[in-house]
Every structure is written in C-alpha cells, then in structure tokens.
T-cell receptor, first 112, second 109 residues
Framework: DSGVTQTPKHLITATGQRVTLRCSPRSGDLSVYWYQQSLDQGLQFLIHYYNGEERAKGNILERFSAQQFPDLHSELNLSSLELGDSALYFC???????????FGAGTRLSVL | GQSLEQPSEVTAVEGAIVQINCTYQTSGFYGLSWYQQHDGGAPTFLSYNALDGLEETGRFSSFLSRSDSYGYLLLQELQMKDSASYFCAVKDSNYQLIWGAGTKLIIKP
C-alpha cells in the first residue's frame, strides 16, 4: 500500500459529460502529480501541485483542470469528455526533494 | 526536445539476468529513476541514481553514466513475478519527471 488514495476506482460515463477524480496524498507529502495512461502507453504527465500551488503543467488539455486543497488532497476535473479520454488516471505524491513518487491505484475512466 | 529512449520489449528466461537500457536527452538532469508497473497496477519505485555508478537493492541494480546520458536497470535471478513494464524517468531542470515509454519484460519459464 503506497499510502496514496484515489477515488473512484472505476468511472463509466458518456461523451460530453464532466467527472471529478480525487486523490489523497501520503501523510506529510506536499506534492501531488496527475498522470494519464492510455492502453499500453507510457505515463503522460498532466500537472503538479505543491502545497496548494500549481508548480508545473504537462500535456494537460484545456478541458482538464486540477486543484489542491488546504488539506492537501487534490481533484482532477475532466469536462466535455471525449472517447479518447478513456484511460487510467494516476495520482502520485512525494515529499522532500521529490525523488520518489508514490502512486495511487488509479482511476479507470471509460467514456462511452 | 526532451526524450528518453528505452527498448519497447525485452524477453528473458526465468533465473537469468536481464538489462534494460535507457538513454536520455533532457534540459537539465537531477537524477534517473526506475519504476515497475504490473499490468493493471500502479507504478512502484525501484531505484534512483543521482551520481554515476551502480546502486544495488537485492536482485535489482541500477547504473548511471551522466557523461553518456545513459543508465540501465539490471535484474538478476529473474522470477516470473518480475514480468512487468519498467519505466525510466529523469528529473529535469524544472524538477519534473520526464518518463520513458516503458519496456515490457517478458519472462519465459
């Protein structure tokens, strides 16, 4: 158990809809990262938050947004969903210099 | 641009030794990490090299040569449970991890 909690585990929705994925980092970790992994693909970095502030953006679509709350949990909002958004979405957290990222079990999103 | 190159697939026999290479081209370098991911599972951290040389953790070792922009993960005494994808990742000048596309390790009995 990595200590990172992601909910929900599975999400099935329709095109055009909006969903929110939630992540609770390991106790004490200030950094939260979001990744997208499509079938048999590598990890695509989406966004990094540190102690409530956005630190870096990767290949995140404008339809996607995220935030980190004062209690350090984070949410990833995906809107106007398309079929191609179907993927595994991982959240990871790290502390200190961030040399090790601890991943949650992921949310599997299916857009039908 | 930034890129990490690693083989897409490697096949080995149970009990053998396998090496997974990773070459990188990034803006800045603050360390090379390796992660393991089983099918349907989450990536899990294996090792981190910030300086040149070999780091050993049980059956797994990781090597880094910064002058060659190259590293590898060495897995010894392969077990069937080692069948997974292995990702290298470099921490760049923005302190973000740049990920390779992953190497699928297939182990045959």
């Amino acid at each position: 158990d990595s200590g990172v909690t992601q909910t929900p585990k599975h999400l099935i929705t329709a095109t055009g809809q909006r969903v929110t994925l939630r992540c609770s980092p390991r106790s004490g970790d200030l950094s939260v990262y979001w990744y997208q992994q499509s079938l048999d693909q590598g990890l695509q970095f989406l966004i990094h938050y540190y102690n409530g502030e956005e630190r870096a953006k990767g290949n995140i679509l404008e339809r996607f947004s995220a935030q980190q709350f004062p209690d350090l949990h984070s949410e990833l909002n995906l809107s106007s969903l398309e079929l191609g958004d179907s993927a595994l979405y991982f959240c990871a957290s790290s502390g200190g210099e961030g040399n090790i990222q601890y991943f949650g079990a992921g949310t599997r999103l299916s857009v039908l | 641009g930034q890129s990490l190159e690693q083989p897409s697939e490697v096949t080995a026999v149970e009990g053998a030794i396998v090496q997974i290479n990773c070459t990188y081209q990034t803006s800045g370098f603050y360390g090379l990490s390796w992660y393991q991911q089983h099918d349907g599972g989450a990536p899990t951290f294996l090792s981190y090299n910030a300086l040149d040389g070999l780091e050993e953790t049980g059956r797994f070792s990781s090597f880094l040569s910064r002058s060659d922009s190259y590293g590898y993960l060495l897995l010894q005494e392969l077990q069937m449970k080692d069948s997974a994808s292995y990702f290298c990742a470099v921490k760049d000048s923005n302190y973000q991890l740049i990920w390779g596309a992953g190497t699928k390790l297939i182990i045959k009995p």
